[in-house]
């Protein structure tokens, strides 16, 4: 069996990619206790259940977003509704700058929904 570790979604990506991630993080564990779950093609950002997924690309990070309602911005390229009261949002992030209190706040009612 592989082992995925945070470090193997790194390799080879430019180093924004980790920069963007590290403040992601660091904005999500304001909300309180994190896990983060390296899987084959993401990671997964775990409360009680994971509320983001985070796939490193060469130069940007695709976050999906938890969600009990959809959300509308110009930022999310793609929504999936996965239950009645559940979407997924994807975001695409290029730059530090990304990581800003829209953003954030999406997480924050994301983290709170996996609680």
Same mark, same amino acid.
């Given at each position: 069996m592989h082992e995925f570790t945070i470090e193997s979604h790194f390799v080879g990506k430019d180093r924004v990619v980790r920069e963007i991630y590290d403040k992601l993080k660091m904005s999500v564990k304001t909300f309180g206790p994190i896990n983060e779950e390296p899987k084959k093609t993401s990671i997964h950002v775990v409360n009680k259940t994971a509320f983001l997924g985070v796939a490193t690309r060469k130069a940007? =990070? /695709?976050?999906?977003?938890?969600? +009990?309602?959809? $959300?509308?911005?110009?930022?999310?390229?793609?929504?999936?509704?996965?239950?009645?009261?559940?979407?997924?949002?994807?975001?695409? =992030? /290029?730059?530090?700058?990304?990581? +800003?209190?829209? $953003?954030?706040?999406?997480?924050?009612?994301a983290y709170k929904l996996s609680a």
């Open positions: 940007h =990070l /695709i976050l999906t977003i938890k969600s +009990d309602r959809q $959300l509308a911005s110009p930022r999310i390229h793609k929504t999936q509704q996965t239950s009645a009261s559940r979407f997924h949002h994807e975001v695409k =992030l /290029i730059s530090r700058a990304d990581v +800003d209190n829209e $953003l954030v706040g999406w997480l924050k009612a």
